[in-house]
């Protein structure tokens, strides 16, 4: 009998777009695409969902609002005919809604990626009557960085999982550039100015390195947070010599125009003071065999496979971003790092052996995998 799956949008929030070909879209799509599943992504209504093209076979359900009240009465009319119900966090939103589900369907299964830094963990009240009910309803807890997983497992009662964000390339799939025809470019995909991505720490770090690796250039592709335009006029101002080395994109919604901005670089970086496992931008980027140069978040030595195709830096030291840029760029191994970037995160990040795997620990193994 064909599963089915629904997945709720995370806290009080309808799905954002680009959620629907992150994780918490990949991971739905990839059990109706291979196994079948009538999958239902559910919550408010939050705009235009130019991506849910990509997700052919996913059905977006939407309720009257985001409340956690909205949501239960969603579960309780539908729990019996669902086989998995599939939640974002570990927060208060979704307990009752989890609740819910076990009471009106005992023996259905739960699956709750944490996407979860040490920091936000560390911050959990995991002796909380609620919270440790709700976590002993779910049937697989994940995080998204081994680190953090070994430390759960150590911390906490519960089994957690390993389950990365991973890479798809949704019938678009293109081998690298040649390392001889890439350009000297470092890159970097994200939201730009956040304090969660700390993008002011590559651009001092651009600007201390520039001088030694002439030729290079910086290139942010991304959304502007409004307050982090003023730092950057300032910047410029304040680095006139390097001011044309240092390209903001703006935000590329085009996955072949995006496909081609890892494509063209050698370099990709990531500042961040957190994040949750290895973001996907890192799982994209080493795909089309991008070097790495980020700072130490959580998953760091996973970004660079314990930095065989990478380095690392401390979190808030632009002085040590700046040498792993210098370091790289004027590198003779680089083009190895690239090619063993490439083959890394093809073996280690792609999404469909991640999904199937996922499946095995819910279902008990893949023999549901689609044949068509």
Same mark, same amino acid.
């Given at each position: ?10 806290? +009080?929030?309808?799905?954002?777009? /680009?959620?629907?070909?992150?994780? *918490?879209?990949?991971?739905? &799509? ?44 969603? =579960? ?24 819910? &589900? ?48 070994? %430390? ?9 999982? &390993? ?21 000297? /470019? =470092? ?31 910086? @290139? ?14 300032? &910047? ?9 080395? /240092? +390209?903001?994109?703006?935000?590329? +919604? ?7 901005? %890892? @494509? @063209? ?8 003071? =957190? ?33 065989? *195709? ?44 991640? /999904? ?17």
């Amino acid at each position: 009998m064909r599963k089915r799956v629904v997945a709720l949008a995370p806290y +009080e929030s309808p799905w954002r777009n /680009v959620e629907l070909i992150k994780d *918490c879209g990949l991971i739905p &799509y990839l059990l109706c695409k291979n196994y079948n599943c009538d999958v239902r992504m559910v919550g408010a209504k939050g705009g235009d969902y130019s991506y849910q093209s990509l997700i052919s076979g996913v059905e977006l359900e939407f309720l009257a609002d985001g409340s956690v009240e909205s949501k239960v009465d969603y =579960i309780r009319k539908h729990a019996a005919e669902t086989d998995l119900l599939v939640l974002r966090g570990c927060h208060a939103t979704n307990f009752e809604p989890a609740y819910a &589900y076990r009471k009106e369907n005992p023996t259905g299964k739960i699956y709750v990626g944490l996407d979860a830094n040490s920091f936000w963990m560390d911050g959990m009240d995991w002796e909380n009557a609620y919270f440790r009910k709700f976590m002993d309803c779910c049937d697989v807890i994940a995080a998204s960085g081994k680190s953090l997983q070994d %430390y759960l497992n150590d911390k906490w009662p519960w089994k957690i999982s &390993y389950v990365p964000n991973g890479y798809y390339a949704f019938g678009r799939e293109r081998s690298p550039l040649p390392f001889e025809e890439r350009e000297d /470019v =470092i890159l970097t995909v994200g939201r730009l100015g956040t304090q969660q991505k700390a993008t002011h720490i590559m651009l001092e770090a651009f600007a201390l390195a520039a001088e030694r690796i002439p030729g290079w250039r910086l @290139r942010l592709v991304g959304s502007v947070e409004p307050q982090f335009q003023e730092y950057i006029e300032a &910047y410029r101002r304040r680095n006139p010599v390097i001011s044309d080395r /240092v +390209e903001f994109a703006g935000p590329i +919604e085009d996955r072949e125009r995006l496909l081609e901005e %890892y @494509r @063209r670089a050698k370099i990709f970086t990531l500042s961040s003071e =957190i994040e949750g496992g290895t973001p996907n931008v890192v799982a994209e980027a080493l795909n089309a065999g991008c070097v790495m140069a980020v700072t130490r978040f959580d998953a760091c030595l996973e970004a660079t496979d314990d930095e065989r *195709c990478g380095g690392t830096a401390d979190i808030d030291d632009a002085q040590g971003l700046a040498q792993v840029y210098e370091e790289l760029a004027l590198s003779d191994g680089l083009k190895d790092m690239s090619e063993h970037a490439h083959r890394y995160g093809r073996t280690h990040f792609d999404m469909e052996n991640i /999904v199937d795997k996922l499946y095995e620990r819910l279902f008990g193994g893949c023999d549901g995998r689609d044949s068509v």
